[in-house]
């Protein structure tokens, strides 16, 4: 397992899967907690068995899979039930991360969590991806092709950009073009093969 570990968040949008592909491209192995949480509910897993039990065949889809929208509807309108998912899939989650950077080989490894949470004891380190929100509405747009409303109450139901940015340790202000991304990434790949290297 590597020894070191940074996590990655910010808001829809702000750019942590740009920034964690950078990271990628310098050999960085990432753990990708939505990923995780795809994985995990693959059919024939203990999660998905489980899943499948409580609320039978309408949460299947035709091919097998989970109908993620479907379970989405369901656990959002009774809470128990979004509980009972949260509390069936933490450990399995979890599992899957540290085995991504049990077997990561680089100097250290990056831990890219959705937008809801903060550092977590896995973390050595925090960096917040931090963006205008104007520009993060504006790109949102363009890669989702959502109306503005949504995005907006989807920022909304985020945790606020301050208490974001309480969470930093390092802060990646992603308003530029993606060369002065890439630079600042390289930029904290030098400081954490420093801090790595010390831990
Ligand atoms: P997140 O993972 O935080 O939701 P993404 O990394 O997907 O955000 O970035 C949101 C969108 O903005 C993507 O389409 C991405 O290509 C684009 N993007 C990210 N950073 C920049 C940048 N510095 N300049 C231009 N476009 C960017």
Do not use: C
């Not at 949102?140 to 340790?169: C, F, G, T, Y």
């Amino acid at each position: 397992m590597t020894n070191y570990v940074v996590g990655i968040t910010g808001g829809i949008g702000s750019g942590k899967s740009t920034v964690a592909e950078l990271f990628e491209e310098l050999g960085i192995t990432v753990a990708d907690a939505d990923q995780a949480s795809r994985d995990i509910v693959k059919p024939g897993e203990t999660a998905y068995l489980a899943i499948v039990e409580k609320f039978g065949s309408s949460v299947i889809l035709g091919d097998g899979t989970l109908n993620r929208a479907y379970l989405r509807e369901k656990i959002f309108s009774r809470k128990s039930d979004r509980l009972w998912l949260e509390n069936l899939t933490h450990m399995p989650i979890m599992q899957n991360l540290t085995n991504t950077l049990r077997h990561a080989e680089s100097a250290y490894g990056i831990l890219m969590l959705s937008t809801g949470i903060g550092k977590s004891p896995l973390m050595h380190r925090m960096i917040v991806v931090d963006v205008d929100p104007e520009l993060q509405v504006s790109r949102v747009k363009q890669r989702d092709h959502n109306d503005e409303s949504l995005i907006r109450k989807i920022m909304a139901s985020q945790p606020k950009r301050e208490e974001r940015l309480s969470w930093a340790d390092d802060i990646i202000e992603n308003n530029g073009d993606l060369t002065s991304l890439r630079q600042k990434v390289y930029d904290f790949h030098e400081t954490y093969l420093k801090l790595a290297s010390h831990a």
